[in-house]
């Protein structure tokens, strides 16, 4: 399956979606990321390893890369140490619906590694 948004490259890792900023990272800053996450949770690292150079992976392609059945549960434990250091997993849904091999649309999402920005959106209003 293609995906229809076009894959940034590393020179383009600071495009901005709404507040945060998709993260393309190199091994070197990748390595921190990944001692963070517990050898109990290998898929959660895995995760993070795949997402860190295929920004707004889709659904299914995260699924085959990873060998991961539920994303969001290994997001979610991820997200809990990531947080820390500015990051974070998320998904979003594609501007066109994914279509399958039958052209039918799907739920899948598009998948990305995240920097989070340095304060909120609304921190000068409160």
């Known amino acids: ?15 901005s979606t709404g507040h ?14 990944l001692e963070l996450i517990p050898e109990s949770r290998p898929t959660a690292r895995r995760l993070i390893e795949y997402l860190a150079s295929n920004p707004h992976a889709p659904t299914v392609n995260v699924n085959k890369a ?4 539920n994303i969001s549960q290994e997001a979610t434990a991820a997200n809990k140490k990531l947080f ?7 998904c979003m849904r594609p501007p066109v619906p994914l279509k399958n091999r039958f052209e039918q649309e799907t739920a899948q999402h598009l998948w990305s590694l995240y920097k989070l920005p340095k304060e909120a959106a609304n921190d000068s209003e409160f």
């Open 20 to 33: 945060m900023s998709l993260a393309i990272l190199t091994p070197d800053e990748l390595a921190p990321l």
């Open 66 to 69: 990873v060998a991961v059945g």
């Open 84 to 90: 820390r250091k500015g990051f974070m997993i998320g």
């Open 1 to 15: 399956m293609k995906n229809r948004i076009t894959e940034a490259k590393q020179q383009d890792s600071n495009i």
